[in-house]
């Protein structure tokens, strides 16, 4: 119950903070597996935090955020990813642009050659939260 509440809560702050209704938000959270805790993070910043912030530059989305938090039996995760499109037409276009700029990147930036299946696993996802005023 206590990780229902967590994540309403970070839901609800998301939108809170929105200036317009259109803006739309995906959320989320990812164990880390097999204590591979330095080469998770490396992967998030190094990958997905990089992707994003070439994705603002081109303006396919609005923002993101990448958050570490304390495992435990009421929230069973370790990183929220959470990425906001600044309207429909933006998160309709979302995997054609981020699959552009994986072709770009020149590949995975990966840490003693982990993969990332052998990294994380996804918990819990939100696609397509909309934003209230």
Sequence with gaps: MKFKI???TLLFCCISFSQ???RITTIETVEILYGK??????YFQN????LRARAIEK????????MKTSFSSETPFHIILVTTYT????YKNR?????ELIKASGGLKLLNDKKPNEL???VFSVEGANHLE
């Excluded at 805790?37 to 490396?42: N, Q, S, T, V």
């Excluded at 990958?47 to 990089?50: A, E, G, I, R, S």
Aim: hydrophobic share 30%; charged share 35%; no cysteine.
């Design 37 to 42: 805790e330095e080469e998770a993070i490396y």
């Design 95 to 99: 995997e054609k642009h981020f699959t």
């Design 59 to 66: 303006e396919y989305i609005h923002s993101f955020q990448l």
């Design 87 to 90: 309207n429909k037409e933006q």
């Design 20 to 22: 317009s209704n259109e």
């Design 6 to 8: 967590f994540f309403l």
């Design 47 to 50: 990958n997905w935090k990089k």
């Design 120 to 122: 994380r696993k996804s």
